[in-house]
């Protein structure tokens, strides 16, 4: 069963800009990742520095090894110079209802 990872961040003043142009560079390789069902990835229009990451995997291992993957790669220590702290992240599975 799939499940829903919801990230948000908070981007540095003077990383915005950075961010969303990293963020057009390695979403098309996340999408295409094993396990990777979509990503789409919003900023709140009160807040232009706060994104929300709306991803689906096929399972939260899935979305682990990902992640790993992406830290091996230094793409996570990339996107973390940009952050003014680190990722909230949940996990959310289907009830079916």
Do not use: N
């Not at 069963?1 to 919801?6: G, K, N, P, T």
């Not at 399972?59 to 996107?79: F, I, N, P």
Request: charged share 30%.
């Amino acid at each position: 069963m799939a499940i829903l990872v919801l990230g948000e961040v908070k981007a540095k003043a003077d990383s915005v800009d950075e961010l969303k142009t990293l963020l057009r560079e390695v979403l098309p390789d996340t999408r295409a990742f094993d396990g990777c069902e979509g990503v789409t990835v919003y900023t709140d229009s009160d807040d232009r520095r706060t994104f929300l990451f709306v991803e689906f995997f096929q399972s939260k291992e899935h979305q682990q090894r990902y992640v790993q993957w992406r830290t091996e790669t230094g793409v996570m220590a990339q996107l973390g110079e940009m952050l003014e702290g680190p990722p909230q992240v949940r996990y959310f599975e289907d009830i079916e209802a």
